[in-house]
Protein backbone atom coordinates (compact mmCIF):
# COMPACT_ATOMS: atom_id res chain seq x y z
CA UNK A 1 0.00 0.00 0.00
CA UNK A 2 1.63 3.33 -0.62
CA UNK A 3 -1.05 5.77 0.13
CA UNK A 4 -0.51 5.97 4.36
CA UNK A 5 -3.90 5.95 6.50
CA UNK A 6 -4.89 5.27 9.90
CA UNK A 7 -7.16 2.88 10.99
CA UNK A 8 -9.57 3.85 13.79
CA UNK A 9 -10.71 1.87 16.56
CA UNK A 10 -7.91 -0.08 16.43
CA UNK A 11 -4.84 -0.98 19.12
CA UNK A 12 -2.77 -2.03 16.30
CA UNK A 13 0.27 1.01 15.08
CA UNK A 14 -0.46 3.46 12.29
CA UNK A 15 1.60 5.35 10.48
CA UNK A 16 2.12 8.46 12.80
CA UNK A 17 3.44 11.70 11.82
CA UNK A 18 7.07 11.11 13.28
CA UNK A 19 7.53 8.33 10.11
CA UNK A 20 5.76 10.97 7.57
CA UNK A 21 8.67 13.20 7.59
CA UNK A 22 11.32 10.46 7.27
CA UNK A 23 9.26 9.02 4.07
CA UNK A 24 8.97 12.45 2.54
CA UNK A 25 12.87 12.90 3.24
CA UNK A 26 13.68 10.24 0.99
CA UNK A 27 10.56 10.36 -1.64
CA UNK A 28 9.20 7.22 -0.36
CA UNK A 29 5.68 8.74 -0.84
CA UNK A 30 3.59 8.59 -4.14
CA UNK A 31 1.91 11.04 -4.65
CA UNK A 32 0.33 10.20 -8.16
CA UNK A 33 -3.60 10.68 -7.83
CA UNK A 34 -6.24 8.22 -7.97
CA UNK A 35 -7.46 6.96 -11.33
CA UNK A 36 -10.22 8.85 -12.28
CA UNK A 37 -13.79 7.32 -12.29
CA UNK A 38 -13.44 6.24 -15.87
CA UNK A 39 -10.55 4.50 -15.48
CA UNK A 40 -11.31 3.23 -11.85
CA UNK A 41 -8.99 0.32 -10.51
CA UNK A 42 -10.77 -3.51 -9.52
CA UNK A 43 -13.22 -3.46 -6.74
CA UNK A 44 -10.59 -4.78 -4.15
CA UNK A 45 -13.57 -7.32 -3.47
CA UNK A 46 -12.57 -8.83 -7.34
CA UNK A 47 -8.87 -8.86 -6.74
CA UNK A 48 -8.14 -12.39 -6.28
CA UNK A 49 -5.76 -13.64 -3.51
CA UNK A 50 -3.12 -15.75 -3.00
CA UNK A 51 -1.58 -14.57 -6.41
CA UNK A 52 1.74 -15.30 -7.96
CA UNK A 53 3.90 -12.30 -9.15
CA UNK A 54 4.23 -13.32 -12.94
CA UNK A 55 7.88 -12.89 -12.97
CA UNK A 56 11.04 -11.83 -11.22
CA UNK A 57 13.70 -9.71 -13.83
CA UNK A 58 15.54 -8.25 -11.63
CA UNK A 59 17.63 -9.23 -8.35
CA UNK A 60 20.39 -7.07 -6.04
CA UNK A 61 21.88 -7.36 -2.98
CA UNK A 62 22.63 -4.55 -0.84
CA UNK A 63 23.71 -3.08 2.10
CA UNK A 64 24.02 -0.61 4.17
CA UNK A 65 26.41 1.15 6.36
CA UNK A 66 23.77 3.08 8.21
CA UNK A 67 20.47 1.09 8.92
CA UNK A 68 16.90 2.32 8.43
CA UNK A 69 13.52 1.35 10.75
CA UNK A 70 11.27 -0.85 7.71
CA UNK A 71 8.20 0.15 8.55
CA UNK A 72 6.37 -2.20 5.98
CA UNK A 73 5.49 -4.38 8.65
CA UNK A 74 4.63 -3.96 12.45
CA UNK A 75 7.57 -5.17 14.38
CA UNK A 76 9.45 -2.73 12.51
CA UNK A 77 12.70 -4.04 12.10
CA UNK A 78 15.75 -1.89 11.38
CA UNK A 79 17.24 -3.32 7.86
CA UNK A 80 21.00 -3.03 7.19
CA UNK A 81 21.28 -5.10 4.11
CA UNK A 82 18.39 -6.57 2.14
CA UNK A 83 17.47 -7.29 -1.55
CA UNK A 84 16.25 -4.89 -4.44
CA UNK A 85 14.10 -6.75 -6.64
CA UNK A 86 12.06 -6.24 -9.63
CA UNK A 87 9.04 -8.66 -10.33
CA UNK A 88 6.23 -8.42 -13.31
CA UNK A 89 2.74 -8.08 -12.61
CA UNK A 90 -0.97 -8.01 -13.31
CA UNK A 91 -1.77 -4.29 -12.93
CA UNK A 92 -5.22 -5.14 -11.17
CA UNK A 93 -3.40 -6.27 -7.98
CA UNK A 94 -1.03 -2.70 -8.12
CA UNK A 95 -3.57 -0.54 -9.63
CA UNK A 96 -3.28 2.30 -6.53
CA UNK A 97 -6.90 2.30 -4.29
CA UNK A 98 -7.80 4.60 -1.77
CA UNK A 99 -8.11 1.56 0.62
CA UNK A 100 -6.07 -1.64 1.60
CA UNK A 101 -4.22 -3.50 -1.24
CA UNK A 102 -3.10 -6.42 -1.46
CA UNK A 103 0.56 -7.15 0.64
CA UNK A 104 3.03 -8.25 -1.48
CA UNK A 105 5.14 -10.89 0.19
CA UNK A 106 8.83 -12.63 -0.07
CA UNK A 107 9.46 -15.67 1.78
CA UNK A 108 8.83 -14.51 5.24
CA UNK A 109 8.84 -11.34 4.90
CA UNK A 110 6.95 -8.32 3.46
CA UNK A 111 8.25 -6.41 0.60
CA UNK A 112 8.63 -3.12 -0.02
CA UNK A 113 6.88 -1.65 -3.06
CA UNK A 114 8.59 1.59 -3.94
CA UNK A 115 5.96 2.18 -7.32
CA UNK A 116 2.84 1.75 -7.81
CA UNK A 117 3.68 -0.39 -11.04
CA UNK A 118 -0.32 -0.32 -12.60
CA UNK A 119 0.81 0.90 -16.00
CA UNK A 120 4.62 -0.34 -16.73
CA UNK A 121 3.03 -3.40 -14.92
CA UNK A 122 6.21 -3.52 -13.16
CA UNK A 123 7.15 -3.46 -9.28
CA UNK A 124 10.19 -2.58 -7.74
CA UNK A 125 11.00 -3.39 -4.38
CA UNK A 126 12.89 -3.33 -1.13
CA UNK A 127 13.14 -6.92 0.85
CA UNK A 128 14.95 -6.80 4.19
CA UNK A 129 17.81 -9.28 4.53
CA UNK A 130 19.35 -11.67 1.96
CA UNK A 131 16.05 -13.93 0.46
CA UNK A 132 17.06 -16.72 -1.51
CA UNK A 133 14.12 -16.46 -4.87
CA UNK A 134 14.70 -19.90 -6.02
CA UNK A 135 13.71 -21.29 -1.97
CA UNK A 136 11.46 -18.33 -1.21
CA UNK A 137 8.01 -17.93 -3.18
CA UNK A 138 6.73 -14.13 -4.09
CA UNK A 139 3.25 -13.71 -4.03
CA UNK A 140 0.27 -10.63 -3.12
CA UNK A 141 -1.92 -11.93 0.12
CA UNK A 142 -5.01 -10.45 1.34
CA UNK A 143 -5.55 -6.27 1.11
CA UNK A 144 -4.30 -4.35 4.21
CA UNK A 145 -1.98 -2.06 4.99
CA UNK A 146 1.66 -4.12 5.65
CA UNK A 147 3.02 -1.97 8.91
CA UNK A 148 -0.07 -3.63 10.28
CA UNK A 149 1.45 -7.22 9.27
CA UNK A 150 3.25 -9.47 11.88
CA UNK A 151 5.12 -12.60 11.70
CA UNK A 152 1.83 -14.40 12.44
CA UNK A 153 0.24 -12.72 9.52
CA UNK A 154 2.76 -13.69 7.22
CA UNK A 155 2.83 -17.10 8.34
CA UNK A 156 -0.70 -17.16 8.14
CA UNK A 157 -0.30 -15.89 4.08
CA UNK A 158 2.20 -17.82 3.35
CA UNK A 159 0.57 -21.11 4.30
CA UNK A 160 -2.38 -19.88 2.33
CA UNK A 161 0.18 -19.88 -0.97
CA UNK A 162 1.35 -23.07 -0.34
CA UNK A 163 -2.03 -24.00 -0.49
CA UNK A 164 -2.84 -21.97 -3.79
CA UNK A 165 0.50 -24.05 -5.42
CA UNK A 166 2.36 -20.75 -5.84
CA UNK A 167 5.83 -21.80 -5.85
CA UNK A 168 9.51 -19.91 -5.86
CA UNK A 169 11.33 -19.33 -8.80
CA UNK A 170 13.69 -21.82 -11.28
CA UNK A 171 16.89 -21.29 -9.35
CA UNK A 172 18.24 -21.41 -13.67
CA UNK A 173 16.01 -17.83 -13.51
CA UNK A 174 16.94 -16.64 -10.75
CA UNK A 175 20.82 -16.98 -11.43
CA UNK A 176 20.38 -15.06 -14.50
CA UNK A 177 18.43 -11.94 -13.02
CA UNK A 178 20.78 -11.64 -10.31
CA UNK A 179 23.30 -9.09 -9.98
CA UNK A 180 26.10 -7.97 -7.63
CA UNK A 181 25.93 -6.74 -4.24
CA UNK A 182 26.24 -3.12 -4.64
CA UNK A 183 27.02 -0.73 -1.17
CA UNK A 184 25.50 2.32 0.07
CA UNK A 185 26.01 4.46 2.89
CA UNK A 186 22.26 4.80 3.67
CA UNK A 187 18.90 4.35 2.04
CA UNK A 188 18.72 7.77 0.62
CA UNK A 189 21.84 7.24 -0.91
CA UNK A 190 20.70 3.77 -2.66
CA UNK A 191 17.33 5.19 -3.78
CA UNK A 192 19.48 8.20 -5.45
CA UNK A 193 22.50 6.78 -6.61
CA UNK A 194 20.82 2.93 -7.65
CA UNK A 195 17.44 2.75 -7.43
CA UNK A 196 16.39 5.55 -9.31
CA UNK A 197 17.88 4.49 -12.53
CA UNK A 198 15.88 0.86 -11.88
CA UNK A 199 12.75 2.90 -11.54
CA UNK A 200 13.61 4.61 -14.70
CA UNK A 201 14.31 1.26 -16.77
CA UNK A 202 11.16 -0.98 -15.69
CA UNK A 203 8.42 1.99 -14.88
CA UNK A 204 9.56 5.30 -16.82
CA UNK A 205 6.04 6.19 -16.01
CA UNK A 206 6.91 6.58 -12.89
CA UNK A 207 9.65 8.68 -13.49
CA UNK A 208 8.99 11.18 -11.18
CA UNK A 209 9.83 8.87 -8.30
CA UNK A 210 13.68 8.91 -9.67
CA UNK A 211 13.53 12.70 -9.72
CA UNK A 212 12.27 13.04 -6.18
CA UNK A 213 15.21 10.56 -4.78
CA UNK A 214 17.93 12.65 -6.89
CA UNK A 215 16.52 16.37 -5.00
CA UNK A 216 19.10 17.78 -2.41
CA UNK A 217 16.81 16.70 0.00
CA UNK A 218 17.36 13.38 -0.48
CA UNK A 219 20.53 13.69 0.94
CA UNK A 220 21.92 13.73 4.81
Given at each position: MLKHEHREGTGKRGRGAGILP??????????????????????????VTPAAVADVVYIQPFTLREGYVFDWRQERPRVTSGTLAVFKV???????????????????????????????GYVVALIPGDVD???????????????WVDADT???????????????????????????????????????????????RYAPQESALADMWRLPIAQR
Open positions: QLLSIGLLSFAPLAPAAEAPPRVAAVAPGLVYPRDAAEPVLYAGSQTAQRLNHGHESLSRDPVWFGTADLPEIRAERAKAQEAGIAPFAKGRVRSVTHDRVQSSDLATLLRDHVAEIVI
